[in-house]
């Protein structure tokens, strides 16, 4: 079973950065993608951006591109820079990995929480106007 622990929350002003981190480990367990969610009190949650380890593509969706980028690192961590930020980004983040999901342009827009298998504890983003 695989395990994520994110990091890196905490609060910003509008127009600040902060990078999340998600340490991804689980000796059987390879996931095929990884993904940050966001959910803002009173709303769903929501996928933000989506990286498959087998190829390194990433997609984001429209509210973040330009402003978020997803990455990763050769010691199965996942990283979430975010530029910009803005108040409409408050919101509890989450990190998410599933063993079947592709990242794709077309389908991560629409992604359900339920299509990812695994999920991080979360780690908190407060942006102040």
């Known amino acids: 079973e695989v395990q994520l622990v994110e990091s890196g929350g905490g609060l910003v002003q509008a127009g600040g950065s902060l990078r999340l981190s998600c340490a991804v480990s689980?000796?059987?367990?390879?996931?095929?993608?990884i993904a940050w969610f966001r959910q803002a009190p009173g709303k769903e949650r929501a996928g933000v951006s989506c990286?498959?380890?087998?190829?390194?593509?990433t997609v984001h969706v429209d509210s973040v591109k330009g402003r978020f980028t997803i990455s990763r690192d050769t010691k199965n961590t996942v990283y979430l820079e975010m530029n910009n930020l803005k108040p409409e980004d408050t919101a509890v983040y989450y990190c998410?990995?599933?063993?079947?999901?592709?990242?794709?342009?077309?389908?991560?827009?629409?992604?359900?929480?339920?299509?990812?298998?695994?999920w991080g504890q979360g780690t908190r983003v407060t942006v102040s106007s």
């Open positions: 689980g000796a059987t367990f390879e996931p095929h993608a």
């Open positions: 990286i498959n380890r087998s190829d390194g593509t």
């Open positions: 998410a990995a599933d063993s079947m999901y592709y990242c794709s342009a077309d389908d991560f827009p629409h992604v359900s929480a339920s299509d990812f298998a695994s």
